[in-house]
C-alpha cells in the first residue's frame, strides 16, 4: 500500500512538472510564432536631418542607425501633418486630421478622439494585443470640465489603451505632472491641482512676474506658471508633491516602458512611445548636458538614441527582439526658437535639421511632414533604402493587415502598405495629403499646395521657418526641385487643375 501511494505521488509530481514544463514551452512558442510585438518610438520636432542616418554630422545616433543599418529606412516618409496633435490624431484614427478640425490643444483640452471611433489600439486588442500609450499625450482629456483630482476620463482607456503613463497634455503646459491610469501621481490630497488658461490661479510665481526665477527666456505665451525653473503655457494651482522634474523624463518612461515589456512578453504587445524630445522645454539630462558642440537641442538628440539602445537591450533580455516591429518616426519637422531660448540657432554651426528641404514644422513644405522613418523587424525585414511615398495615417489599416483584420467602414483615409512598411516593394502611396495650416497632395513627385489667405506670419517671424502659405496655387515637381524653389503653376495650368480636382475629391469624401 505504502509502494502505491508513493507512485502515485511521484506520478502526480512528474505529471505536474511535465504540465508546467508545457505551458512554459506553449508561453514561449507563443512569442515567437504569434503576431509580431508592435512598437512605434514617436519622437517630437526631430527634422529629417537630425540622425547621423540620414546625414546629420553634428551629433552622432548609433542606436538609431543600428536600426536602419538593419531594417528600412524611408526617405520619403511622412507625418500627416507639420503640427503634434493632429498627426497623432491622424496616426490613431487612420483619417486625416482635417476631417476633425484637429489643432494643437491646451493643456485642459478635452479629449479629441471620439470614444465611439474606431482607433488603432482598440483594433490591435481585438488581435489580442495588450496596448500601452507612455510619454507625451496632447489628445486631450476628460470631457471639458476636468478635476484633475479624480480618475480623469476619457482618456486613453476609453480609446483602447490598456495602459497609461502620460504627460498629459506636452511639456510646455501645465498640469505639469505625471498621469498613471487617469490619475496625477503621487498627488497630496491636501494640495489638490487646479489648471486654468484664461486667468492667473494660486500664488505660484509666473515668468512675467518673476523673470528672474526662470533658467530659459520664454516668450510671451509660455510666460506663465514656473515649475522646475521653467516657465508655462498656462497657470496651475496646487500639486507641489506631484510636479515632474524635467531632466527625468528619458528615465521615468523607459523605466515605465521597460517594465510594461517585461510583463507582457508572453503575448502580443503595442507599445506607443511619445517621446517629449526633442520638443522645448529641451532640459537633458545631466548625462547627456553638453555631449554635443549644439547645445541643449543636440543633446536632446543624443537623450533620444540613449532611450531607443534602451528599449532594444530589454527587448533582447526578454528573448522578444527578434518577433517585435519596431517603427522610429517623428510627428512634424524640425524647430530651433519654439517659445524658450536655449541657444538653438547660436549653436547650430553646420547642422541641417531638415536637410535639403524647405520649410519645419508648422509648414507645408516638404520639412514640415518629411521626417526620419525606419522600421526594423529582425528576419522579416531586408534592410534597405526605400523611397516609397509613406504616410503615417496608413499605419491603422497596414497593422489591420497584418493582423488580419479588416478596417472599418469609418475609416476614410488609411490605406494598406504593409509589403513597403516592410521593405518587400518600393511602391507606396500614389497620391497623399499633406497639412500645415493649409493642404498640399503629393502625386508622385507632383506637389500642390492649397492657396491661402492665412499668411502665417507667426510661422515665418516668430518660428523663422517659412510656412508656404501665400494666396497663389503652387506646384512643385520634386524630382528636379526638392527643395521646391520654383513655383511651376504657371508652367503647367492643366496640372495644377487636375490635383486642384484632387485634392477637393479627397476631401469631401463622406463618412
Given at each position: 500500500m505504502k509502494k502505491l501511494c508513493l507512485f502515485a505521488i511521484l506520478a502526480i509530481t512528474f505529471s505536474c512538472k511535465n504540465n508546467k514544463e508545457t505551458s512554459e514551452k506553449e508561453a514561449l512558442n507563443h512569442t515567437s510564432n504569434a503576431n509580431p510585438n508592435i512598437i512605434i518610438l514617436y519622437v517630437d520636432d526631430l527634422g529629417y536631418g537630425d540622425l547621423s542616418c540620414y546625414g546629420a554630422t553634428g551629433v552622432k545616433t548609433p542606436n538609431i542607425d543600428k536600426l536602419a543599418t538593419n531594417g528600412v529606412k524611408f526617405t520619403d516618409a511622412h507625418s500627416a501633418t507639420a503640427t503634434c496633435t493632429p498627426s497623432r490624431y491622424a496616426m490613431l484614427t487612420g483619417n486625416y486630421a482635417f476631417r476633425r478640425k484637429a489643432a494643437v490643444l491646451k493643456g485642459d483640452a478635452p479629449l479629441i478622439i471620439s470614444t465611439e471611433q474606431p482607433t488603432l489600439p482598440k483594433m490591435l486588442k481585438k488581435a489580442g494585443y495588450k496596448t500601452a500609450v507612455i510619454g507625451k499625450w496632447h489628445l486631450g482629456l476628460g470631457d471639458g470640465n476636468v478635476d484633475w483630482n479624480t480618475t480623469v476620463k476619457p482618456g486613453p482607456a476609453e480609446i483602447g489603451f490598456d495602459y497609461s503613463f502620460l504627460l498629459p497634455s506636452t511639456g510646455d503646459r501645465v498640469p505639469s505632472v505625471y498621469m498613471e491610469n487617469g490619475n496625477i501621481l503621487n498627488l497630496s490630497q491636501d494640495d489638490p491641482i487646479e489648471v486654468s488658461y484664461t486667468e492667473k490661479i494660486g500664488n505660484r510665481p509666473t515668468g512675467y512676474e518673476n523673470p528672474e526665477l526662470r533658467r530659459q527666456i520664454a516668450d510671451d505665451q509660455h510666460n506663465k506658471t514656473i515649475i522646475n525653473g521653467i516657465s508655462r503655457i498656462g497657470w496651475m494651482k496646487g500639486g507641489k508633491s506631484a510636479e515632474w522634474v524635467d531632466e527625468d523624463f528619458p528615465y521615468k518612461?523607459?523605466?515605465?516602458?521597460?517594465?510594461?515589456?517585461?510583463?507582457?512578453?508572453?503575448?502580443?504587445?503595442?507599445?506607443?512611445?511619445?517621446?517629449?524630445?526633442?520638443?522645448?522645454?529641451?532640459?537633458?539630462?545631466?548625462?547627456?548636458?553638453?555631449?554635443?558642440?549644439?547645445?541643449?537641442?543636440?543633446?536632446?538628440?543624443?537623450?533620444?538614441?540613449?532611450?531607443?539602445?534602451?528599449?532594444?537591450?530589454?527587448?533582447?533580455?526578454?528573448?522578444?527582439?527578434?518577433n517585435t516591429m519596431i517603427i522610429f518616426t517623428s510627428d512634424n519637422g524640425p524647430v530651433l526658437n519654439d517659445g524658450y531660448e536655449d541657444d538653438a540657432v547660436e549653436k547650430l554651426g553646420n547642422h541641417k535639421p531638415a536637410g535639403i528641404y524647405r520649410g519645419g514644422k508648422y509648414s507645408v513644405y516638404e520639412a514640415g511632414t518629411r521626417v526620419p522613418t525606419i522600421v526594423h523587424w529582425p528576419e522579416?525585414?531586408?534592410?534597405?533604402?526605400?523611397?516609397?511615398?509613406?504616410?503615417?495615417?496608413?499605419?491603422?489599416?497596414?497593422?489591420?493587415?497584418?493582423?488580419?483584420?479588416?478596417?472599418?467602414?469609418?475609416?476614410?483615409?488609411?490605406?494598406?502598405?504593409?509589403?513597403?512598411?516592410?521593405?518587400?516593394?518600393?511602391?507606396?502611396?500614389?497620391?497623399?495629403?499633406?497639412?500645415?495650416?493649409?493642404?498640399?497632395?503629393?502625386?508622385?513627385?507632383?506637389?500642390?499646395?492649397?492657396?491661402?489667405?492665412?499668411?502665417?506670419?507667426?510661422?515665418?517671424?516668430?518660428?523663422?521657418?517659412?510656412?508656404?502659405?501665400?494666396?497663389?496655387?503652387?506646384?512643385?515637381?520634386?524630382?528636379?526641385?526638392?527643395?521646391?524653389?520654383?513655383?511651376?503653376?504657371?508652367?503647367?495650368?492643366?496640372k495644377v487643375e487636375e490635383l486642384k480636382n484632387k485634392l477637393q475629391e479627397i476631401e469631401h469624401l463622406s463618412k
Open positions: 518612461l523607459t523605466e515605465k516602458a521597460n517594465n510594461f515589456i517585461k510583463n507582457n512578453k508572453k503575448q502580443p504587445f503595442f507599445l506607443y512611445y511619445a517621446f517629449h524630445d526633442i520638443h522645448v522645454p529641451r532640459l537633458p539630462h545631466k548625462n547627456f548636458q553638453g555631449k554635443t558642440s549644439m547645445g541643449p537641442r543636440g543633446d536632446a538628440i543624443l537623450q533620444v538614441d540613449y532611450v531607443v539602445g534602451e528599449i532594444v537591450k530589454s527587448l533582447e533580455a526578454e528573448g522578444i527582439a527578434n522579416k525585414v531586408t534592410p534597405k533604402v526605400s523611397d516609397a511615398l509613406m504616410n503615417q495615417v496608413d499605419f491603422y489599416s497596414s497593422f489591420a493587415a497584418l493582423t488580419n483584420q479588416t478596417p472599418e467602414t469609418t475609416i476614410l483615409d488609411s490605406k494598406n502598405y504593409l509589403d513597403a512598411l516592410l521593405g518587400k516593394t518600393d511602391s507606396g502611396r500614389q497620391e497623399v495629403i499633406l497639412e500645415g495650416y493649409t493642404l498640399a497632395l503629393r502625386q508622385g513627385n507632383w506637389k500642390y499646395i492649397k492657396p491661402s489667405n492665412n499668411k502665417g506670419t507667426w510661422i515665418t517671424e516668430e518660428k523663422k521657418i517659412e510656412s508656404g502659405l501665400t494666396p497663389q496655387e503652387q506646384l512643385f515637381d520634386l524630382s528636379k526641385d526638392p527643395s521646391e524653389q520654383n513655383n511651376l503653376a504657371e508652367q503647367y495650368p492643366d
